[in-house]
């Protein structure tokens, strides 16, 4: 998710400027990093440094969150008439363009294709936090040292995590596929981002003392938005090296605070509690209210569970007792087929991190 553009200045208020409401943003948005690092921690030892996952965690991390996540943006775009309209153009392109390039870099090599979906990823998982980070400091001072100090500290705490992962030996986890990303075991470089890291931890700390002492006021969720960043990326990516703590950290912080976003940007009164959330309708669509997020979950499951069972069925043959039904497809295994299937398959996630660079910004 990108920044959204908050106005250009405001003052410091004394209530806490939630996206919806206190209750709302702090189950949905804010807890999940913490409540996803208690889970890793009652979980076995093995699964905190081994790349054992155990087949219902797989089910309910990747399936039921991550890849249901990706299909949210549909409810922002091609299921919003408003929106349709204002990216026709975008909404025709960006999954051709998608689609062409992922061809052409699958033609070149399928490692290619991978390592450029994963850092595709990255930016989006990175720009999520900055962007909630700019809702949360919406009617703070819109310039100074400690707002620039947020900023640098928001994306490194996610690039230090990123920058220790490349800078090891290879860890028990992948992006996507193993050696997506570019790894050298360098200890001199992890040194020196640690030092910035902690140094980074240490002004921001001095920054909040002072401000209270001077105003008075905390801003709640914007440093619990901060923490949470931190204790999801450093403990799934550097505390622990395994593959489900790592999937449970990253997956459960990124994916429900997201959809969260998408529905309750949904709704005709969100002006109400965030001012600077882009456009709404008039009306409600059909996917708000107490049945409507059932239908608004049921639907993202849905075309996550198909999409994971073609994959599974015509590509990757891993989950059998999940994906049953789906292998009586036949397994696609020429170059050619793979070239213009597996972009094909990815595709929804291509296209979701691309429009998500459009979709979040004001007036939009």
Known sequence: MPALAPPTSAPVASRQPWIRSASFDGLYVLAPPFLALLGVLLLPDTYRTTSRMPLVAWVGLVVLIDVAHVYSTLFRTYLDPVRRRQHRTLLWVAPLACYAVGIALYAASGLWFWRVLAYLAVFHFIRQQYGFLRLYSRREPAAGAGRQLDTVLIYYATIYPLLYWHLSAPRNFNWFVDGD??????PVGRLAATIVYVALLVAYAYKEVRQWQQTRQFNWPRNLLVAGTLVSWYCGIVLFNGDLAFTLLNVVAHGIPYLALVWAASHPDAPKQANSLPHRRATAPWWTGRYGIIGFLAVLMGLAFLEEGVWDGLVWREHAPVFSWFHSLPAVTDSVGLML??????????????LDGFIWRRGQ
Request: cysteine-free.
């Open 341 to 354: 299937l597996v972009p094909l398959l990815a595709l929804p996630q291509a296209t979701h991190y691309v």
């Open 181 to 186: 990303f570019v790894q050298y075991n360098w």
